[in-house]
């Protein structure tokens, strides 16, 4: 098997266990595009700014509507070249990690609206999801 399908193999395994995890659930994904403009945490003439992809509007919502997660979210620069919008996958995989261990020190402003959008997640998430978002990654 070559490198390229090895890669596509590991991608839709990936989707597919996203989606396993959203069935399983009764929840329901939703990514709505907003723009390309920049993360806050980076300034408009930030070399950082350049190196994002576009910004979405996430929702996450359980089948009978009666919980709702809503959060921006950035794509990678090549998923912005090649016009890809965030999967199911990408999407999960993000709500699953733990920033003050992965992401490493971050400035105060934007160490609080983690804790802040990670106390969200807490809340709408049972302790079951949880647990299983955490095997995403």
Known sequence: MDRSSQSQNRRKKAEDQANRFLDRFGLVLHAEFLDDSPPPWCGSDDVRAAIHG???????????????LEYDFWNS?????????????????GLSIDSRTELGFLEDDVEA???DHQNNISIFFTAEELAKLQEIR
């Open 113 to 115: 609206a983690i804790r």
């Open 54 to 68: 576009d910004h979405y509007r996430i929702f996450v919502m359980d089948k009978g509507e009666t919980r709702q």
């Open 77 to 93: 620069c090549r998923s912005k070249e090649e016009d890809y919008r965030p999967s199911n996958y990408e999407i999960l995989a």
